[in-house]
């Protein structure tokens, strides 16, 4: 108290205030609790996100307590060991000897504050999981549909083919390759439409950029592997027909 006023600001206030700079010894007007009249900079601490529908952190600064008081604080205590939440009657014991009178409430460990505050988030990106999961199911079996009805389709070709001297392992690789080539398409389409969606999802993204290359590159190989999967049992089947019984057949 009485000293000249200061405050911390945090990295992204520093360089959205100052960029390219050194903000320290910068002045700055908060124009908040009696800091009306500017304070001097004498530290930057990292950012920090309050809420989590919003993966931007945001320019914060911090105010002196002694120089600032505020009508409620909140106090954070490090356990190495233990239950965190054993220790609540030796805090209240030690508050309660400091401020007489002093209420202690709303005590939670870290790691339910963190469950709280993120339980929204987590549940979103539970349900995206379990849709996209379920519609990569339903591209698995649509290309298991298209690549059986292909295969009964041109039984009489693959009759012919074997009679003249494809052996198996050929009917299978036209098969499996004519799936993927299928998977290559539908993938060309969804990843040009995912650019635009992502956008809306970007609340939901953490350090993660929209256009992230990794995440379109697992995704990509993730569907090739469906893709193969569901055309091996068509083309396993394909590769069963009997030139004889095919070209009878037709």
């Known amino acids: 108290i009485g000293a000249p006023k200061s405050i911390l600001v945090s990295e992204t206030a520093a360089r959205k205030l100052w960029p390219g700079e050194d903000p320290i010894g910068k002045r700055a007007g908060i124009w908040q609790g009696g800091f009306d009249d500017g304070a001097t900079v004498v530290g930057i601490v990292g950012d920090v996100r309050y809420h989590t529908i919003d993966s931007l952190p945001l320019a914060d600064v911090y105010l002196p307590y002694a120089q600032s008081p505020v009508g409620r604080m909140m106090i954070f205590v490090h356990t190495s060991r233990g239950d965190p939440l054993a220790l609540t009657p030796a805090v209240r014991r030690v508050v309660s000897g400091l401020v007489p009178g002093l209420p202690v409430f709303d005590v939670q460990s870290m790691a339910t504050r963190a469950a709280v505050a ?133």
């Open 118 to 250: 993120t339980a929204q988030a987590r549940f979103s990106a539970f349900l995206l999981s379990l849709f996209a999961a379920t519609a990569l199911a339903l591209a698995a079996i649509g290309i298991y549909g298209v690549m059986s009805f292909m295969v009964t389709q041109r039984t009489r070709e693959i009759g012919i083919r074997m009679a003249l001297g494809a052996d198996r392992a050929r009917v299978q690789r036209m098969v499996i390759t004519e799936g993927l080539w299928l998977a290559t398409a539908g993938a060309a389409l969804g990843v040009g439409a995912a650019f635009g969606v992502t956008r809306i999802l970007r609340s939901l993204l953490f350090d993660v950029k929209p256009g992230d290359p990794a995440t379109y590159v697992s995704i990509v190989a993730l569907l090739a592997v469906a893709a193969a999967i569901a055309s091996w049992v068509p083309a396993r089947r394909a590769s069963k027909v009997e030139p004889t019984e095919a070209l009878r057949a037709g």
